[in-house]
C-alpha cells in the first residue's frame, strides 16, 4: 500500500505511543498504522523571532512518523489567530460582522503554508498520498506543487464552505479557488458546501465543472488538471460509542447526573463556545419553552456543556459574559427553591462522561447558526438506550441535518419554532422515538468515522471518487448550472 502523508495545522500529542485526542485524531492514527506514514504540523509549541528554526522534530511509533514543528510568535498571531481564525473561520460560518480582513494576517498565512511546504518536500516519496485538513492549509497543496511534488494530494475541509457571494466578500478569493484546484481531490461534508465551492470555481473562471454520473461527485477542468469535488461527510465512531454509553449508563457520573435530577426530564446541549453554534438563541429557546408551556416548569431541566476556547478574543470573551447573563436571568425568574432550570457548564468532559449524559438525555439540543457537520448530533443519537430512545432537535444549518433524517429539524433563529420542537420531543410517545431512532442509527453504523476515512483514501489513491462509498450516500440535487 502507498505511504500515507497527513498534515494538519496541530498535530495530536502523543504519549507513550498513545493519542491524548479523540475522534478525527483516531480515525487519522488508525489510517496511518494501517499504511504506514507520516503525521506533519504544528507542535504547539512557540519560539522567539530571533531564535533559529530548528526544523521538523522527528518521532517514530507504530509505522508512524510524528514531524512536528514550532512557530515563531509572529508566525502563529498572522497565520493562526489573525487569518484562520480571525478571517476565514468567520467568514466560513456566514460572520462577515466578524471577519477581519488584513493584508498582513494573509501574507502571514501564506508564508506559514509556505514553510510547511518547505519543510514537507524533502520528506515525500513519489508514490506517497498526501492528505491535507481544513482552512488553516488551503495553500499547502498549491505550495507543494510549485516545489515539484506530483505526488497526488487530497484537501478536506472540516467547516462549511459559504455562498459564491460571501465568499467574494474575502480579497484574497480567487487566489484561494485556484489554490484548492492545484489538489487532485477536494472533499466537503454537504452538497450544500461542495455547490457553493463550484459556484466559486465557475465564478472565478478557476475551471470548468462537470457533473459526475455517481451523483455525489463534480470534476473540475483546469488547465493543469482534473481536480475532484466531492461528499465526504464525516462520521463517528458508532460502535464504540453505543458501547460507551452501555457501560457509562452505570456509572458515577451518570448516577450522580440522574439522582440531581429527581425525576425530571434533561434536554442535553454539548458546544465548545464558539459564535457560531447559537447559544443565545439556544437559551431564549429554552426560556421560551418554559413560558409558554409552564407545565415544564420545575420538571424539566436544560444542562448546556460550553467548554472555553480562544478566551483571549474579544468576541468569545462577549459570548461567554451574554451567556452567564442569560443563565443567570432566566434562573432568577423560574428557579424554585429545589429546582435549577439551566445549568450551565464552562468546562469539558471526557468521552465516557459525555456518553453516559447524552444517553440520560430525554433531548439532545443542537443548534448551531451555521456548521460543517456537528458530529455532538451524532454522539446523542449513537449514545442513546435503542429500547428507549431520547430525541434530537437540530438545526438545519448544521451538516448532520442532511443525514439524521429521524431529528427534529428546526431554524434555530426561530425561538418559538425551537421551543415548539423541545415541547413535542419532550413528550413524543415511545413508538416514534424508536422509528426516529431506529433510521438514524442505521445510517451511523452504515457510514462510520471508518467509512468515511477509508472513502477518502480510496478515492485520492485510485484517482476516481465516484467509485468509493457512493452507494452509503444520497444523490445530489446538483444546480442547473453544472447539470
Known sequence: MDRLVIISNRVAPVTEGKSQAGGLAVAILEALRRQGGIWFGWNGEMIEEEQTDPGPTITES???TYATMPLKRR???EYYNGYANATLWPLL??????ANFDNATYEGYRRVNALFADRLSPMLRDKDLVWVHDYHLIPLGSELRQRGCRQRIGFFLHTPWPSSEMWQALPAHAELVRALCAYDLVGFHTADDLNCFAQCVTNTGAGAVEVMEDGVSLRIVTPERVVTGRVFPISIDTAHLETLARQAARSSHTRRLRDSLVGRSLIIGVDRLDYSKGLPQRFNAFQ??????????SRVSFLQIAPPSRSDVTEYQQIR?????????INGHYAEFDWVPIRYLNKSFGRRTLAGFYRHARVGL????RDGMNLVAKEYVACQNPEDPGVLVLSRFAGAAREMDGALIV????TAEVAENLQRALHMGLEERLERHATMIAQLRRYDITRWREDFVAALEGGNAGNAGAESLPSIDFPRQFA
Open 62 to 64: 507504530e509505522q508512524i
Open 75 to 77: 508566525d502563529l498571531e
Open 93 to 98: 460560518h456566514y460572520r462577515l460582522d466578524l
Open 288 to 297: 421560551e419553552l418554559l413560558e409558554r408551556y409552564p407545565q415544564n416548569q
Open 321 to 329: 459574559r451574554e451567556l452567564e447573563t442569560m443563565a443567570g436571568h
Open 366 to 369: 443542537v443548534t448551531p447558526l
Open 411 to 414: 431554524n434555530p433563529y426561530d
